[in-house]
């Protein structure tokens, strides 16, 4: 990286430049202040008089470009890129791609309500989908904007196919922050604390958490949650099951092998509707095009959003055609849903992902990082446990003589990492995660220089 005397006097600080992100950026971490530097203290300052304060930030500054492996701030420090604004960037900021088939669509039309005047983007990327999600079976989309209303609209979906309206969802589950999908989620604090009432007929079963279930096979840990849902619900009143595979928020748990497919075995033969949330591990980033491939599980309805789009918000169902098609005409959409904008950045991320390799490209950040990472953990006992595939990879942060989640040292980790020019998350119930999900464009080198600034945090911090 490029170290250069970090100051905070306005005067030394240095115009932004380059407003052009994407490729053309220089992928290196650079700190020509510290962090926050006056620029972005600035805004940060607007930031708390203007919006609310629930909405909270990770970083303390103020983007002006990005691309591939860096964020460049007002500063004009450029910081190692390591959360993709949480998985959604995968094909990189401003794609060329994007950028160039937005800018077309923005010449030509900008709204008309699909659901008045439909057009060929919302059709070419249903299609798309079609195809790219799991099972050869005859299967329909509907597009919608945010990861939380396209997971509500598979719930709708499926209680009125079934007739059933009990919902189950797992331990550690993160759905989103409308009101249905807050009752999904499971972590009480921030996401729910205080916002309920909830909506009724949502049941909690637990997970497969290799790590701290004690060694539960997926086998076992499926039985465990079978039995609970038929001693507790009954399939005769449950609509779906909806689940992650492999958890996001709630700490990247990859559920020990088998579970999975014993769960939606049981689902098919109990016509309960079995929904994979593939809101974060969707669209290559687990090196695969949706996770659910890994044990081969063909999920009934697919939750997409995340990667979909390079950016714009888009999110889709994508399912069996006589689930999807079984709501009447009106049912679902929305005024925005399925923009043009949002579709035409579909497409051009989608054929990113084919045509680029990122697939592939996943599959290669996930062995860098978990073999960097393993290499840590034997030489950190306070790192318990290292997971993920793809380009989603985790550690978990413990007190080695007890295993108790330590949430402190991963606010330190994080802290130093923003500190340092990394943009780094956490995650997990315990907050005790610190999760890897880098733009799958970034290059090995900013990749590796950035695992290097977590050892160091781990070595400066006790
Ligand atoms: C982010 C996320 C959601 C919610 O998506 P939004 O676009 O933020 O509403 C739902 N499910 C999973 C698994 C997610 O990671």
Known sequence: MTLTEPTTTPAATPAPTALVGGPALPQERRLVTAIPGPRSQELIARKSAAVAAGV????????????????????????????????????????????????AQLEAFTHTC????????????????????PGDHVKRSALFNSGAEAVENAIKIARNFTKKQA???????????????????AKNIPYKSGFGPFAPEIYRAPLSYPFRDG????????????????????AENLAAIIIEPIQGEGGFIVPAQGFLPALAAWARDNDVVFIADEVQTGFARTGAWFASEHEGIVPDLVVTAKGIAGGLPLSAVTGRAEIMDSSMAGGLGGTYGGNPLATAAALATIEAYEEDGLVERAKQIGAL????????????????????????????????????????????????????????????????????????????ELLVEGVGVVAEALRGAH
């Open 56 to 103: 909270g930030h990770t970083l303390p500054i103020s983007v002006v470009a990005a691309g591939d492996g860096v964020v460049v701030d007002a500063d004009g420090n450029s910081l190692i890129d390591l959360g993709s604004g949480i998985a959604v960037t995968g094909v990189g900021n401003s794609n060329p791609r994007v950028v160039a088939a937005v800018a």
């Open 114 to 133: 699909f659901t008045i005047a439909p057009y060929e983007g919302y059709v070419a990327v249903a299609e798309k989908l079609n195809a790219l999600t």
């Open 167 to 185: 919902v189950v969802a797992f331990d550690h589950a993160y759905h989103g922050r409308t009101n249905l999908t807050m009752g999904l989620t």
């Open 215 to 234: 060694g539960l096979s997926g086998a076992e840990a499926a039985a465990r949650a079978i039995t609970q849902i038929e001693k507790q619900v009954g």
């Open 369 to 444: 990082l978990l073999g960097r990472l393993n290499a840590l953990r034997t030489a950190d006992p306070r790192i318990g446990d290292v997971r993920g595939r793809g380009a989603m990879v985790a550690i978990e942060l413990v007190d080695p003589e007890t295993g108790a989640p330590d949430a402190a040292l991963t606010s330190k980790i994080a802290a130093y990492a923003h500190a340092n020019g990394v943009i780094l998350l956490t995650c997990g119930t315990y907050g005790n995660v610190i999760r890897f999900l880098p733009p799958l464009t970034i290059s090995d």
